[in-house]
């Protein structure tokens, strides 16, 4: 099913219709139908969790009723918690020149067969110990 034709038909919700020009507006033209799916479950999920938030700094302020600044409170509290600022690019870049500045050990190679490194070096170890 091409975009228009995705655009067009009335089986398809408004919300996903509505994602799927947002997704074409960005330059994207091809990618997985299930990706819109995806998207709006995350848009639900984080809708229904800020206006929850929301609904809950008017309690505790003892309103009935939401205001607009309980729902930016809740959206500034979300944003804090859930997308942390990244150190500066230089600060990172000094970062990975030290951790890189140490040289790797070297594995040892038995005919052809290249061994693992020792389990202090490994990034991801086996969760599971093989049997002999």
Known sequence: MSDE?????TD????????SLLI?????SE???RIIVQLLEFEYRLATEL???????????GRA???????????????????GVLPPRQVLLAAAADRNAVPL???????GVISLP????QAHPAPFALLD
Request: glycine fraction near 4%; avoid cysteine.
């Open 51 to 61: 206006l929850s938030d929301a609904i809950q700094y008017a309690d505790h302020s």
């Open 31 to 33: 990618y997985d139908p």
């Open 24 to 28: 074409s507006s960005m330059g994207i």
């Open 65 to 83: 009723l939401v205001r607009s600044s309980d729902v930016k409170l809740a959206i500034a509290g979300r944003a804090s918690q859930s997308y």
């Open 12 to 19: 398809v919700p408004r919300d996903a219709k509505i994602m």
């Open 5 to 9: 034709d995705f655009i067009m038909s």
């Open 118 to 121: 020792p389990l202090e070096f």
């Open 105 to 111: 050990p070297l594995l040892p190679t038995r005919a």
